[in-house]
């Protein structure tokens, strides 16, 4: 099985007009275009002729024609001169589906499931918000940045944990052969007046957080309610975050997210409509808060060898296990010493083990390494 046999999502929808697209995958060049009798096609963004890039070529009816020599190509990557008639050659050519604003693109033939577990329409959440962000770190650092909470307090400005009550949070991660649950509980952030008074909460709510992991591609997505501190009354309103990580190649991941927002009384949706555009701001600055960690780390080595990690990073461990076993499909034997002391980060062979870690103490130090 190749990588490219998942579904990945590669560019937003609307990014896509009437001329090619030249996007990136794991390294490859990929031109898209869309064939006038309809669909969406992907090729190798480089003309078999004279190694152009067919991206800045045009679309002629249901080809790509190439900008150079003109010569065109179908959806199917088979392609022709017009200068020599009878020389025929082939592009390699992608699938390509075009689903939730998103264009996904995966070898011809792969027999791997289309990824649509995160909509969550069945549960009454409504898309909101659809954002692309590219950031320069490989793909085990960005799902890090996106699965562990501990960053929240001093990373981002609005939502998540107080850092003076950090100590309390709640953190559980429950791995499976292929998926990991996450979930998070403790004291908010504190939100201004107008946010509180909208979403029904007290002045220290309590911030929940429930997801799920998934390799086949990489995408996490988590579910978030907020509850009053006092009477334990849940919020009126939930917000579904998906996030897909689409590796560039191994040192950049472009992030596909999507944001969700549910209603306990669905009368009254068509408010969805009013907030959309502030949900679309500060999901985007969240995101951009996110990217700035991202593109600042000192080192982007994805080894966790020799870091000092805390209760909140087990995550990291069990999510590079299945990065490798479940989505590059690589033996795990280079990620497990069997002495103790895995590179993976976990700890005695506890890597199928539930792991309910109780809160911290403020005075003592979280130290698994
Ligand atoms: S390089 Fe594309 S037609 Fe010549
Ligand atoms: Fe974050």
């Known amino acids: 099985m190749s990588i490219l046999d998942h579904w990945h999502p590669v560019a937003l929808s609307r990014d896509l007009g009437k001329t090619p697209l030249g996007v990136r995958l794991h390294g490859r060049e990929l031109a898209l275009f869309r ?3 309809g669909g969406v096609a992907a090729l190798t963004d480089v003309c078999p002729h004279r190694r152009m890039r067919l991206s800045v070529g045009k679309v002629v009816g249901d080809c790509l024609e190439c900008c150079y020599h003109g010569w065109t190509f ?9 200068g020599t008639p009878k020389l025929r050659t082939r592009a390699a050519a992608y699938e390509v589906r075009e689903a939730h604003g998103v264009l996904w693109v995966r070898n011809f033939g792969a027999n791997t499931r289309f990824p649509d577990d995160f909509v969550g329409q069945e549960q009454g959440y409504r898309l909101m918000v659809l954002l692309a962000h590219d950031v320069s770190s490989p793909l085990e650092l960005v799902l890090d940045n996106f699965n562990e909470l501990e960053h929240t307090p001093t990373t981002h400005g609005m939502f998540g944990y107080r850092l003076d009550r950090m100590h309390e949070v709640q953190a559980e991660f429950s791995p499976s052969d292929d998926e990991v649950w996450i979930e998070y509980h403790g004291p908010s952030k504190a939100y201004p007046w107008l946010f509180r008074t909208y979403m029904g909460l007290d002045r220290a709510p309590i911030f929940h957080v ?6 086949s591609p990489v995408h996490t997505f988590g579910d978030y309610h907020w509850t009053h501190s006092r009477t334990g009354k849940r919020s009126w309103i939930g917000v579904r975050n998906a996030h897909f990580f689409t590796p560039l190649d191994d040192g950049n991941t472009r992030i596909f997210t999507f944001s969700f ?14 907030v959309r555009p502030f949900m679309r701001h500060s999901i985007n600055k969240e995101v951009m808060e996110d990217k700035r960690v991202l593109d600042g ?29 479940v989505y590059r499909r690589e033996k795990p034997s280079t990620l497990h010493s069997g002495n103790g002391s895995c590179r993976c980060g976990e700890l005695n062979g506890a890597h199928e083990k539930r792991f309910t870690m109780a809160p911290a103490k403020p005075d003592r130090t979280a130290d698994i390494t």
């Not at 179908?74 to 017009?82: F, H, I, L, M, V």
């Not at 927002?261 to 009013?274: A, E, G, H, R, T």
């Not at 000192?298 to 087990?314: E, I, N, V, W, Y």
Request: charged share 30%; proline share 8%; glycine share 8%.
């Open 35 to 37: 064939p006038k009798s």
């Open 261 to 274: 927002m549910k209603l306990s009384n669905p009368c009254f949706n068509p408010i969805l409509n009013v």
């Open 210 to 215: 429930r997801g799920v992991t998934r390799y």
């Open 74 to 82: 179908a959806a199917d990557g088979s392609g022709e001169s017009p």
């Open 297 to 325: 780390l000192a080192d982007k080595t994805p080894t966790l060898d020799g870091l000092k990690l805390s209760r909140f990073d087990r995550v990291l461990g069990l999510n590079r296990e299945r990065i490798e076993r």
